[in-house]
């Protein structure tokens, strides 16, 4: 798919008021997925879920975030 056939793809989707979107790729953006190495990473990469997407972008916290995401893993008993 080339870029302006995203363009517009994006364009058609935006019109859904009830959806948050990615401004990558238009999909509904909750659905995509964080990844990362290590038990508690602070940084990685996000993908959209939806088969033949391509949208990819990377995250990152700093150093001073680890305790919050720490605590935010155990409270959501996320391993």
Known sequence: MGFLDK??????????????LCDLCGHAFNPHELKGYGEVPLEGWMECPVDGCDCH???SFDEASRPAIEQHKRDNDLG
Do not use: I, P
């Not at 363009?7 to 948050?20: G, I, P, T, V």
């Open 7 to 20: 363009l517009f793809r994006r364009d058609r989707l935006a019109s859904k008021q009830d959806e948050d």
């Open 57 to 59: 972008r990377t995250w």
